[in-house]
Nanobody
């Protein structure tokens, strides 16, 4: 599966952005898409994930109530709606496909086929 992330940009604190992750190729090779982020000098961290079927979603504690992950199966696209953005949300955001057989939905090691990343900058 190939993933293309888009939608990043510069926004003021309190603002909103919607990221998109378009999947192509062997989309059936994964049952979930996750969003991760990496700030300068920090490790990549989990943000949110969603399964391609059903209603299961997963969120990091620091985004609960602010970010919403959703999907459009017809378009093979996963979205991350980010509201009430904070300067500490500044990072490169990546989407990735969960590896089949993985037991977890929130760990970097359980995801692959990483997209190229999209930069989100939140100014104070």
């Amino acid at each position: 599966v190939q993933l293309q992330a888009s939608g990043g940009g510069l926004v003021q604190a309190g603002g909103s952005l919607r990221l998109s992750c378009a999947a192509s190729g062997r989309t059936f090779s994964s049952n979930a898409i996750g969003w991760f982020r990496q700030a300068p000098g920090k490790e990549r961290e989990f943000v949110a994930a969603i399964r391609w079927s059903g209603s299961n979603t997963y969120y990091a504690d620091f985004v609960k109530g602010r970010f919403t992950i959703s999907r459009d199966n017809a378009k093979n696209t996963v979205y991350l709606q980010m509201n009430s953005l904070k300067p500490e949300d500044t990072a490169v955001y990546y989407c990735a496909a969960r590896k089949l057989g993985s037991g977890r939905y929130t760990e970097v090691a359980d995801f692959g086929s990483w997209g190229q990343g999209t930069l989100v900058t939140v100014s104070s």
